[in-house]
């Protein structure tokens, strides 16, 4: 799995503990085995336990080492800071934190918190475990940080709408797809700087159009799953969609570019809506805001 432009050269995650949501299937799967396979102590999480012990033992199977299962539902805040509460607990350090997990929905749905699904999960569930996770991976520096987010960002030509984040005035689920899309990668660029100087680096990365399962948990009916289903021969394996996720976590030297945005491997440029730091930084305060009227510990960063 490792890029061309590597030369054998990694990062040493052995030993390391090693955070993936959403690993039970596709990219986050592919990532899982191969971390596991260079003898990280991958920790994977999945909404649907069910599915996730499959995977658990395929990733096993695959990588010929042991990986730890937990339950992790990001679409709701009540999950998420019990997920982080007993991780915390049980792991004395976190090394890399993978923010895998996404979905995409044609028809608009709320979470238990009542946010829109597609921005709710892909991006405020996201925000608020890491948050929450932050002082681990501070305690635990040198530290990554690795958002999977898309090259969809650039649907978003005219930036976030601050005015309707929660797509209550209308509902495009290519629209809100594109729009939590932007909202990862402005959060990985502002987390970045937020970091500077604490031994924590944070990157995004767009996987390419990978055959996955990931349209199964909210549209496998509709317009998106007949999208996958149709061209599924056309697309890239999950294995080849995992290897920028795996160069990021793996790949020494690139510490002085956190923040970057990686397609293939290689440092690429974001649309310039992505690259706004005045709409990167006005998201963390709201996103803040509303993680914190859900009881979110207060951390200075």
């Known amino acids: 799995m490792v890029c061309m432009d590597l030369k054998g050269t990694t990062w040493d995650v052995r030993g390391k503990t090693v955070l993936i949501t959403g ?28 599915k996730g012990r499959e995977a658990k033992v395929e990733i096993e199977a695959s990588s010929g080492a042991p990986v730890v299962l937990r339950e992790l539902d990001l679409a709701s805040f009540r999950s998420i800071l019990q997920f982080a509460s007993a991780f915390m607990s049980e792991y004395p350090t976190l090394h890399v934190l993978v923010h895998n997990a996404g979905l995409i929905l044609s028809t608009r749905g709320e979470t238990e918190d009542g946010f829109e699904s597609t921005f709710g999960i892909n991006h405020l569930g996201t925000f608020f475990l890491n948050r929450l996770l932050l002082p681990l991976l501070v305690k635990s520096a040198p530290s990554r940080i690795v958002v999977v987010a898309s090259d969809a960002h650039k649907s978003a030509r005219g930036g ?5 984040l929660q ?4 509902y495009n689920g290519i629209r809100a797809y594109a729009q939590s899309k932007l909202a990862n990668v402005l959060f990985a660029r502002h987390l970045a700087t937020r970091l500077a100087g604490r031994g924590v680096s944070a990157f995004c990365l767009h996987p390419g159009v990978v055959a996955t399962n990931f349209t199964g948990d909210g549209d496998a009916g509709g317009l998106w799953g007949f999208f996958f289903k149709w061209l599924r021969p056309l697309l890239l394996s999950p294995e080849k969609g995992a290897r920028t996720s795996v160069h990021l976590c793996c790949t020494p030297g690139i510490e002085d570019i956190s923040g970057g945005y990686f397609v293939k491997c290689r440092l690429a440029t974001p649309s310039k809506a992505a690259s ?11 996103s803040d805001a509303l993680c914190e009227e859900s009881a979110l510990p207060s951390f200075d960063f």
């Open 160 to 164: 976030l709408d601050f005015d309707d």
């Open 167 to 170: 797509s209550k005035r209308s």
């Open 23 to 50: 690993a039970n299937s596709g990219i986050g799967k592919a990532t899982a085995i191969e971390l596991a396979r260079r003898g990280a102590c991958v920790v994977i999480t999945a909404r649907d336990m069910v």
């Open 276 to 286: 706004d730091d005045a709409a990167a930084l006005q998201l963390w305060e709201i």
